[in-house]
């Protein structure tokens, strides 16, 4: 089906739905390097007219990628909750930008609304919200999840301690744990990506882990982001593995590039629900996407990359996750050129997840070959603070020398708790104050000396 | 009487952590915000890396070096035009502008085909390339004088991607590229050297058929323990007629450059 738009005397063909979406997508580096962007800003402009008066109900009947040779597109249609879709399916994608302004849309109606949507409506009335929007919108959206503490609450922001280390050694992870749990992060999780993916290194960290988090009392989980092949094994072999890692996509082909199927999810869904560690609760997934990855992967169908990445919180959601995080710029400037492309998607990325129903995080970052700086991620932080972002990364002074590149770091996150008012997950919250790391009070404040159990575990060294 | 004034900066009482990782820990912190040092170390390090990224690879200078010590060069230029057209079309980078190509072409062969091609491309460290590709076939091409290697002139591509290389080594005609390129620099190494070893290259190929070997610098993997592990990988990959993958396990196998630094003191006997 080919959609119209007539703007000052011209009138523009779109020749498919993905077509329609790809042109009205804001301008970034991964659609041209895709060929799929608008030829210019008018084009662009057109096509977001059209694509406004597209009913949603068109989405469920043509598909962006086939149904037929792609499983991705089956499980977003088999899924669909049709009587949830009910309340918006007789609007068009511009009346459903107008209804999620609304009042009608809240926090209840929008988790009732979230089975009823594709990513493919999300992505859609993504491509014609201005920045403000997505953070109204996203704002309103609230997903919690559970496993030893509670991620997600209203006026709640966690991290996730990244503890990296370019040779994955125990005590230079360790001292990068401490410094991370003395400014008080590290409640979303504490995860390592390992130097080195074979099971007997991954299974050091998971124990070594598991140790720290049982012998400090500490309310959050663990993870080793290694492929879910490997996790599976360590499971098998009686590994005190909490969270199961893995990098998804948003089509079959890329997730096979990434040597994964819906199946193999499942079993590590499986494998993971089987141990039973959470306290709170048993979210129990770990999952990282990030718009490119598709293109990458050469497995994109010609779809734009940032509804390709709302599809992949379709394959999220099926499996109940803990967190879900878009590495935004990490993929580098053939994907998103700049700071501006950086911080859009990200905001994107957090919209459409959470509309979707997924615990939404990011990785607010940049590689050296963008053209973003600290200013750009302290703008994006700032933005994704006020939309109720679910957690970010923290991390040493932002510089994360094993995978070179820089995310938040430790005294960001802070920075958004103070300005903000936000607080970590209510457990981790508790054990911050009986430690004695933050001090009582109204106000965020650290104290100045080391607990006692931490004093203890340093007093030996030189 | 008054108290001792209380200073703005707070350390943090974990400092001695710092010798067991390069990460940056223990910052201090001014309230809870990074305090001005560290912030501006940061900046520095940060525009250090920009400047690795966009700096124009010396080319003059690098090809005097190398005529210097006695090798051909051939100068040439990828389908980038320029650094923002790199870095934005991964694709360009990967291929030779026509110039280049019609000068590979026009070429003189020898009579039996090189063995080996070195490709030097700036890649997104000229930086990188500067410090340490003549410093590093310093050592390594005396390393393969022993075992009969016919070399081929030295070619350095502008605006290079690793697979440039293997169009290089096709039209040349050579069994094997090996090419020596400016990694994505980090925050605290703007100028890592990277080396790829193809056998049979040919345009197309992709990083399943190639070797890797990283983080070639002073501060990081020596120029005496990549020419080594080249050289293995090299006598290998011509003895066995593969490389890639299916010579990547027992290149790992090569002792390990992995330190431990014995028990971990957050679980130590209380």
Known sequence: ?462 | MSDAPKTIVVTNPWSKLRQYTPARIALGRSGTSLPTTPHLEFQLAHARARNAVHHEINVEALEAALQKRGHATLVLHSAAGNRPVYLQRPDKGRKLDDASREALVAAPKPAVPYDVVFVIGDGLSSFAIEENAAAFLDVMVPALGASHWNIAPLVLVKEARVAVGDEVGELLGAKMVVVLIGERPGLSSPDSMGIYMTLNPRAGLTDESRNCISNVRREGLSYEGAAHKLLYLMTEARRRGLSGVQLKDEAEALPSTLTTSGENFLLGNE
């Open chain 1, 1 to 462: 089906m080919s959609y119209l738009q007539t703007v000052g005397g011209h009138r523009y063909v779109f020749e498919t739905l993905k077509v329609l979406m790809a042109k009205a997508t804001p301008a970034r580096s991964g659609d041209y390097l895709a060929g799929v962007a608008a030829g210019d800003d008018e084009e662009r402009v057109a096509a977001q007219m059209a694509l406004a008066d597209v009913p949603l109900p068109v989405f469920l009947s043509e598909h962006v990628v086939p149904y037929e040779t792609d499983e991705v597109t089956r499980l977003i249609i088999d899924d669909h909750d049709a009587k949830a879709f009910s309340v918006v399916s007789h609007l068009t994608v511009g009346g459903f930008r107008d209804w999620l302004l609304s009042d009608a849309a809240t926090e209840t109606s929008l988790a009732a609304l979230a089975p009823g949507l594709t990513p493919e409506m999300v992505a859609a009335v993504s491509k014609i919200c201005r920045v403000q929007d997505l953070v109204l919108i996203s704002q309103k959206c609230r997903v919690v999840t559970k496993f030893r503490n509670t991620i997600g609450l209203k006026g709640r922001l966690s991290t996730r301690l990244q503890p990296n280390h370019p040779t994955d050694d125990p005590t230079g992870i360790a001292a990068s744990i401490v410094d991370g749990l003395m400014y008080g992060n590290g409640d979303a999780v504490i995860g390592i990506n390992p130097a080195t993916d074979s099971i007997a290194a991954v299974t050091t960290l998971i124990e070594m882990l598991h140790e720290v988090i049982t012998r400090y009392n500490i309310p959050t989980q663990s993870c080793v982001l290694t492929h879910v092949t490997t996790s599976i094994e360590a499971i098998n072999r009686r590994a005190p593995l909490d969270l199961v890692f893995q990098s998804i996509a948003g089509t079959q082909a890329a997730n096979s590039s990434f040597g994964i199927n819906l199946a193999l999810l499942k079993e590590g869904y499986d494998a993971a629900q089987s141990l039973q560690r959470g306290t709170v609760g048993n979210n129990a997934m770990y999952f990282e996407t990030g718009q490119g990855s598709a293109l990458s992967a050469n497995a994109h169908h010609d779809v734009d990359q940032q509804t390709l990445e709302a599809r992949a919180y379709a394959v999220a959601r099926k499996f109940r996750p803990l967190l879900v995080n878009t590495v935004v710029g990490f993929i580098g400037p053939e994907y998103l050129y700049d700071g501006k492309q950086i911080i859009r998607a990200g905001l994107e990325d957090h919209f459409c997840g959470k509309l979707l129903g997924v615990p939404m995080g990011c990785d607010i970052c940049y590689t050296n070959h963008a053209e973003a700086d600290q200013n750009d991620m302290d703008t994006l932080l700032t933005l994704l603070g006020v939309s109720g972002i679910t957690f970010i990364m923290g991390i040493p002074g932002s510089d994360d020398i094993m995978l070179n590149y820089q995310t938040t770091s430790f005294h960001d996150a802070l920075y958004a708790r103070k300005v903000l008012g936000l607080k970590p997950a209510p457990e981790f919250e508790a054990w911050l104050h009986q430690a004695g790391i933050f001090e009582d009070g109204a106000d965020l404040k650290l104290a100045d000396t080391l607990p006692k159990p931490f004093q203890r575990a340093l007093a030996h060294l030189h």
